[in-house]
């Protein structure tokens, strides 16, 4: 695990949640870039018959604009960094804070909503603290499940494959193999 500590990952919680696209970054080509997070923990599993037995649990989000579930992305602004902009994202929309780790990749995609091809970046995190309030509390529904749920719930192919990313990378850690 590559963790990346630095100032700029912890995030003061504020309630109120940047809005506005004039610092919007757009790639060479064109493309809104767009960054997130999948946050994760480890959850002991009960009747687990190995000591420290530990099951990874990802936290997905309601959607604003319909009854699908995803992980918390939103737009790269000019004035910060991808890693600043994935954890203020994660922050505003799902209300979780901790250890930003290592790109799971870059993923290009077509809006459902608007024709539009977008280039989106996700990044695990490991959750440290869950906030009672956050700034999107009032419109997303937050929801904690095992890999298996989320993969069949979220309603994004790119982010379905993200998420096959970090179980590979969690699942080939030596030494820890959690349940997934």
């Known amino acids: 695990m590559v963790a990346l500590v630095s100032q700029e990952n912890m995030v003061?919680?504020?309630?109120?949640?940047?809005?506005?696209?004039?610092?919007?970054?757009?790639?060479?080509?064109?493309?809104?870039?767009?960054?997130g997070c999948i946050p994760y923990?480890?959850?002991?599993?009960?009747?687990?018959?190995?000591?420290?037995?530990?099951?990874?649990?990802?936290?997905?989000?309601?959607?604003?604009?319909?009854?699908?579930?995803?992980?918390?992305?939103?737009?790269?602004?000019?004035?910060e960094s991808i890693i600043a902009a994935a954890v203020r994202e994660?922050?505003?929309e799902a209300g979780v804070r901790g250890t930003i780790e290592k790109q799971l990749g870059k993923w290009s995609f077509?809006?459902?909503?608007?024709?539009?091809v977008y280039e989106g970046y996700m990044f695990p995190l490991l959750?440290?603290?869950?906030?009672?309030?956050?700034p999107e509390k009032n419109v997303r529904e937050r929801h904690w499940m095992n890999v298996r749920?989320?993969?069949?719930?979220?309603q994004h192919g790119w982010m379905k494959e993200?998420?096959?990313?970090?179980?590979?990378?969690?699942?080939?850690k030596e030494g820890d193999r959690p349940s997934l």
């Open 149 to 154: 749920e989320a993969r069949e719930k979220c």
């Open 110 to 116: 077509k809006s459902k909503s608007q024709d539009a």
């Open 12 to 35: 003061t919680p504020t309630l109120v949640s940047r809005t506005g696209r004039h610092l919007q970054r757009y790639s060479k080509h064109g493309s809104r870039q767009v960054v």
């Open 41 to 79: 923990r480890y959850k002991s599993r009960e009747g687990g018959s190995l000591v420290g037995e530990k099951e990874v649990e990802v936290l997905v989000i309601s959607s604003q604009k319909g009854k699908g579930l995803l992980f918390p992305k939103g737009g790269w602004e000019m004035d």
């Open 127 to 134: 959750v440290i603290e869950q906030l009672e309030n956050w």
């Open 162 to 172: 993200a998420l096959d990313v970090l179980v590979n990378r969690i699942a080939s």
């Open 90 to 92: 994660t922050m505003e």
